[in-house]
């Protein structure tokens, strides 16, 4: 059977298939500006840290220097006693800051959710000290816990005076920045005050979600405000829970501006206040030691990872399903 088109009609077709093929790679021309940076600064950094963590290199010396060396950096940084050392004080801080954080946040979110007039201002002043630069609020809170001229030593120094309840304030001035038994906790409370606003956020933002037909019916049936709080409210915010513990729990155990800020490169008296965050990169740019700083990036993904799957489970069994 002939072809309904001509010779000439067929060969008029072909510039424009190949046209029609063209188009086709048009919006990955579009977006390969976004390719190529996503792999230069994305793939390519995780591809060379976990290549670079079976190795020992000298970046001075060049790509050249580098030597295989297996799993020597791995072994290095679980038998290192300062490696511990900086993921017990990376811990205590993530728990200590962490914690308070949704304890305050949720039912403040509950109360601002009931509050109409100026609740948008009162957040805003919570949620200002997100979005302020990390280095601005350490040296703020510098000052601040200044051991002769801070404010909260003044502070104390003046509630001592006080007839009556003066005895409950200590006589003296504290050096939280220098004073082992303090430093951690100072961290964790400026990270805690850093923070709090942004849980308050997420949490005022799933309350609104939930339908006002669930506590108007709640309150025909009886129940007082707690109740519709236990009942309502915090089964409803789970999924939101989950994603700001999940947030807080990533963020934490990766702390490095406030504690560098507050206590310096080495982590305060002692390395007291001492991350591994701030262990890994004394480790890269003091010692010049990329290999172990790399082992110890991967270490510390590995128990991010497993941490967080504990955390999905933990809800998931709360929320009644076992995934």
Known sequence: ????????????????????????WAPYLFISPFLIIFCVFGIFPLVFSATLSFAQW???????????????????????TWFWKSLGNTVYIAIASGLPQHLVAIPF?????????GRNTVLGAYFMPFIT??????????????KDFGAINAILMWLHGLPGIGMIFPDHKIDWLLDTSLVKPTVSFVVFWRYVGWNTVLYLAAMQTI???????ATLDGARTFRKFWHITLPMIRPMMF?????TLINN???FEEPFILLGDNGGIGQAGMTTAMYMYRTAFYFSDFGTACAISWVMFIVIAVLSYGNHKLFALAGGKEE
Request: charged share 20%.
């Open 253 to 255: 155990l990766q702390l």
């Open 133 to 146: 630069s990390s280095v601005a609020i350490a040296l703020i809170f510098s000052s601040l816990f200044s």
């Open 109 to 117: 979110a509950a109360f601002l959710s009931t509050v109409l007039r």
């Open 58 to 80: 000298d970046p001075a010396a060049g790509f050249s220097a580098i030597k295989w060396i297996h799993f020597d950096n791995y072994k290095f940084v679980l038998t290192d």
């Open 211 to 217: 339908p006002e037909d669930l506590y108007e019916a």
């Open 243 to 247: 994603f700001a513990v999940s947030l």
């Open 1 to 24: 059977m002939e072809s309904v088109l001509s010779p000439a009609a067929s060969v008029e077709t072909r510039p424009r298939k190949k046209r029609i093929q063209a188009w086709k």
